[in-house]
C-alpha cells in the first residue's frame, strides 16, 4: 500500500535561512510524488512533482525537492524563507501505475515564517 | 484557463438534512475527484470519474453519500441525513487524460461543510 509520512507538523524558520520539510514516502510501484501548497482559504497549489526523470526536482517560488529511492525520501527545500512561504505543505504520492484515481496526502507540515 | 470552481464555498446545516455540492472541472480534463479534508489531516480521497463514468469509490464515501457527472462535464456530490462528522472541506480536482500533466491534479477552492 501506499503512505506518506510527514516527519514535522510544525516547522518555524526565520524570513532569509534555509527551508527543509521533511517526507518519505511508501510506494509497491514507481511512485509518482508531488508537494502540494495550501494558504490559508484558498485551494491547493502544485509546488512540484517527481515522475521518474530528474531525481532533483525544480518548483515554483524558488522550492526544489530531491527523490532518494534509496532512502524512500523526497524532501522539501528552499535556499532562502520568504514571509510569503508561511502556509501548509502536503507531501503526495500517487500510484498511477495500479490507481488512476487515488493521490495520498501526508498529514501537512505547516512552515511558520519569522520576521 | 479558468480553474476548478466550487461551488458554493461554505454551506452551514443543521443535522439531517441534505446538502449538495457542485464542482466545474477545467474544461478539458476528462477526470474529476472529490476529496474531504478535516481540520488538522491532510485530504482523503473520495471517489474518480472519467467523463461521466464512476471508477472508483473510497470506503470512507458511504452510503449517505453520492456523486454524479452526468454528462461529464461538471460533478455534484450530495449528503443525505447530514451528521456533526461530516463537517469537513471538500475538495474537487480535475486532471487532464493526454498531455503532459496527465498525472496532476488540479484543485478547486473546496466547499466548507458546517453541520451542527
Known amino acids: 500500500a501506499q503512505s506518506v509520512t510527514q516527519l514535522d507538523s510544525h516547522v518555524s524558520v526565520s524570513e532569509g535561512t534555509p527551508v527543509l520539510l521533511r517526507c518519505n514516502y511508501s510506494?509497491?510501484?514507481?511512485?509518482?510524488l508531488f508537494w502540494y501548497v495550501q494558504h490559508p482559504n484558498k485551494g491547493l497549489q502544485l509546488l512540484l512533482k517527481y515522475t521518474s526523470a530528474a531525481t532533483l526536482v525544480k518548483g515554483i517560488n524558488g522550492f526544489e525537492a530531491e527523490f532518494k529511492k534509496s532512502e524512500t525520501s523526497f524532501h522539501l527545500t528552499k535556499p532562502s524563507a520568504h514571509m510569503s512561504d508561511a502556509a501548509e505543505y502536503f507531501c503526495v504520492v500517487s500510484d498511477y501505475g495500479g490507481s488512476q484515481g487515488n493521490l495520498i496526502f501526508g498529514k501537512g507540515t505547516k512552515l511558520s515564517v519569522k520576521p | 484557463d479558468t480553474g476548478v470552481s466550487q461551488d458554493p464555498r461554505h454551506k452551514i446545516t443543521k443535522r439531517g438534512q441534505n446538502v449538495t455540492f457542485r464542482c466545474d472541472p477545467i474544461?478539458?480534463?476528462?477526470?474529476l475527484y472529490w476529496y474531504r479534508q478535516t481540520l488538522g489531516q491532510g485530504p482523503e480521497f473520495l471517489t474518480y470519474f472519467q467523463n461521466e463514468a464512476q471508477l472508483e469509490k473510497s470506503r470512507l464515501l458511504s452510503d449517505r453519500f453520492s456523486a454524479e457527472r452526468p454528462k461529464g462535464s461538471f460533478s455534484t456530490l450530495e449528503i443525505q441525513r447530514t451528521e456533526q462528522g461530516d463537517s469537513a472541506m471538500y475538495l474537487c480536482?480535475?486532471?487532464?487524460?493526454?498531455?503532459?500533466?496527465?498525472?496532476?491534479?488540479?484543485f478547486g477552492p473546496g466547499t466548507r461543510l458546517t453541520v451542527l
Open positions: 474544461s478539458e480534463h476528462n477526470r
Open positions: 510506494s509497491s510501484y514507481s511512485p509518482s
Open positions: 480536482a480535475s486532471s487532464p487524460t493526454s498531455g503532459r500533466t496527465t498525472d496532476t491534479q488540479y
